[in-house]
């Protein structure tokens, strides 16, 4: 699987940079014929080469109508397309909108059913959002005491992708047999954390994709056939029969935390946007200070999540200035 998931960052990189590429150029690129790498994108990504392609060009195509004023001929070009007529049909097949009336009235794209396709463009609004290419969203801020809790540690972002990329793999890839024996009732729930309490200098490679559990779930009782013993060694628990797997948890204490968040977010066009005001506001803009705190990152880990009914969610670990612990 690893081989594979290589083959298809490696592609994508390739077409990011050359957008205009076609299946044979991107195949040769890899070392491999456009059936056996169309088949790879499917397993990896549930979109083949072709449709990879085509939806990478017309998300792209999304933040040059929104964010300039080059004519939609000249992006229908740009994206491969033979003429502006038929842009404009393969874009409202894809989207339900023409590219004059998105660009027109500045309608955020909606995708519902196709998670492939909403994947891409996600990937796209990132890319956008960092070339500045963004509108700002309003960030509710509150601050809340979490209680004690695990953080199981699935996999690491050892190669140090961007957060959205690993995200979105370890969605597709990442799987783990944790929520069969641990209570629905004690699992909080998937996501993102950034182990800032391990390795303080080392934040995006401790990135990690993995399960959030009530901390009065008693751990250490669990006994399967399948997951071993778990057993607390100072302050960490070690999983006897799954170290070579890779799989860590963690004891986080109580911790105060700033919440910044971004209600009922749904995932469009403007994602990266969100993601973008949202971290803006956690490094730079918000005045921790002014309200008698600083970052706590190394006892407790900051936390991301991203949901329909929560919307997009950064936790930050703090602290009451100039205190040692809390």
Known sequence: MQEQIAT??????????????????????????????????????????????RWTRLSKSLYSLKYSDEPILDIALKSKYES????????????????????????NIMINGNSHLLNIVEEASHEAANNGHFKEFDVNI?????????????????????PHEFWNTCEMVCESEFD????????????AAYLTMIETKEVMRRMSWGL???GSFDIE???????????????????????????DIFKIPES?????????HIATDDHGGAVRSIWELVNEK???????????????????????????????????KGSVNK
């Open 8 to 53: 298809v960052t490696k592609a994508k990189k390739f077409i990011n940079e050359k957008i205009q590429v076609t299946p044979e150029e991107v195949s040769l690129h890899c070392n491999y014929s456009p059936r056996q790498l169309s088949r790879i994108f499917e397993m990896i990504t549930g979109a083949t080469l072709g449709e990879f392609l």
């Open 84 to 107: 502006q007529e038929a842009f404009t049909r393969i874009f409202k097949n894809t989207f339900g909108i023409t590219p004059g009336e998105y660009r027109k009235i500045g309608s």
């Open 142 to 162: 509150m601050h809340v005491i979490k209680p004690s809790r695990y953080w199981i540690n699935f996999e690491s972002n050892k190669k140090g992708k961007p």
């Open 180 to 191: 069969k024996i641990i209570p629905a009732e004690y699992i909080i729930g998937y996501g």
């Open 212 to 214: 959030e559990v009530d």
């Open 221 to 247: 009782t669990i006994d399967s056939s399948d997951c071993g013993k778990f057993r607390i060694v100072e302050g960490k628990c070690d999983i006897e029969s799954l170290n070579t797997l890779g799989y």
């Open 256 to 264: 105060k935390y700033v919440v910044f968040n971004i209600p009922q």
């Open 286 to 320: 918000y005045n921790y200070s002014e309200h008698g705190l600083e970052w706590n990152h190394q006892v407790a880990p900051i936390y991301e999540d991203s949901s329909p009914n929560f919307g997009e969610t950064v936790w930050v670990p703090v602290k009451s």
